[in-house]
């Protein structure tokens, strides 16, 4: 005799699992929709990553101020007073800033080559970076992927990583998805809700990046010089890199070695050990005190550079006609 159940009925099975998926659909979908609607509004990281994008994809070269966009990471958040700053640079200059924490040289090295695909034509670009971080293969993860990566260089990236296969589809994703790859960034959020010093916690627990022998880091720093170089020219930009302060060694000379092979002007502020431990909050990043002390040096420094330039492609332009 045949025994039936509707338990073993294949259809009733099948609609139950479509049933399931159109659910895990619609989940992820609300969860898309929410992350791109309502967490810019709450994080004040994020609604300050945002705005900063904005303000860098309109900078353009105009027959005004000249255009400056700065880029960097928290030691440029925390150690440059940017009202000081912009009012050191004067009405000469209109002076826009982009920080993406924990980001390195491919962050930035990708991540403007997106900006100018999408149209930013910034007249000088600003980096600053710290050489260890000018010379490490370390970018910012998930957030790198979905805020400074063109998916069109996913595997450059991959390539310049050494990523593997795995590494290499959480990248897409994370381009992909904005809930992706910004689920690190909103446990963090979380997280410092109930630890307001969690950002200062990770970075301690951040493992040290092993420092290279000099005649590797000047391989390294040249080649990347010369990438820069190459890739601002192509969009009629300038690069200047500036070395943040550091209360010992960091390497800032050979930095500023590679910029002269290569081309690029690296302005090293305030020399290694110019300001005492008291100035740093952890011994990277600045105080509120130590910042100040690192925008008085920054400001002229670079408005001196960049008054020196401007004079001379103004005169280069009388010589022409």
């Known amino acids: 005799m045949r025994l039936s159940t509707s338990s073993s009925d294949p259809r009733r099975t099948q609609r139950y699992v479509i049933l399931l998926l159109v659910a895990i659909v619609i989940f992820c979908v609300a969860l898309e929709v929410v992350t791109i609607r309502y967490f810019g509004r709450i994080s004040h990281i994020r609604h300050r990553i945002e705005e900063e994008e904005q303000a860098a994809l309109v900078t353009h070269s105009t027959s005004g101020p000249v255009s400056v966009l700065l880029i960097g990471n928290s030691l440029l958040l925390n150690g440059v007073e940017m009202p000081m700053l912009i009012e050191e640079m004067n009405s000469n200059y209109r002076t826009t800033r982009f920080v993406l924490e924990s980001t390195g040289y491919i962050d930035w090295y990708y991540g403007m080559r997106k900006l100018f695909r999408e149209g930013a034509r910034p007249q000088v670009v600003i980096l600053m970076l710290s050489p260890s971080q000018f010379v490490s293969?370390?970018?910012?993860?998930?957030?790198?992927?979905?805020?400074?990566?063109?998916?069109?260089?996913?595997?450059?990236?991959?390539?310049d990583t050494a990523a593997d296969r795995t590494t290499t589809t959480n990248l897409l994703f994370d381009n992909l998805s904005t809930?992706?790859?910004?689920?690190?960034?909103?446990?963090?959020?979380?997280?410092?809700?109930?630890?307001?010093?969690?950002?200062?916690?990770?970075?301690?627990?951040?493992?040290?990046?092993?420092?290279?022998?000099?005649?590797?880091?000047?391989?390294?720093?040249?080649?990347?010089?010369?990438?820069?170089?190459?890739?601002?020219?192509?969009?009629?930009?300038?690069?200047?890199?500036?070395?943040?302060?550091?209360?010992?060694?960091d390497n800032s000379d050979l930095l500023r070695a590679a910029g002269i092979t290569g081309g690029v002007p690296v302005l090293v502020p305030l020399e290694p050990g110019a300001l005492d431990n008291a100035n740093f909050k952890d011994g990277f990043h600045l105080t509120s005190e130590g910042a100040i002390k690192f925008t008085r040096a920054l400001g002229p420094a670079l408005k001196d550079h960049l008054d020196r330039k401007l004079a001379l492609a103004l005169a280069s332009e009388r010589t022409t006609r």
């Open 137 to 159: 293969n370390r970018t910012a993860g998930d957030y790198f992927a979905q805020v400074l990566m063109d998916r069109r260089d996913l595997f450059r990236v991959a390539s």
């Open 179 to 249: 809930f992706y790859g910004s689920r690190n960034e909103i446990r963090n959020w979380l997280f410092a809700k109930v630890l307001s010093d969690a950002d200062t916690l990770a970075d301690r627990f951040r493992p040290p990046t092993a420092r290279p022998t000099s005649n590797k880091f000047l391989e390294i720093a040249d080649a990347r010089m010369a990438a820069m170089r190459d890739l601002f020219t192509t969009y009629g930009s300038q690069l200047i890199v500036v070395t943040p302060p550091s209360p010992a060694a």
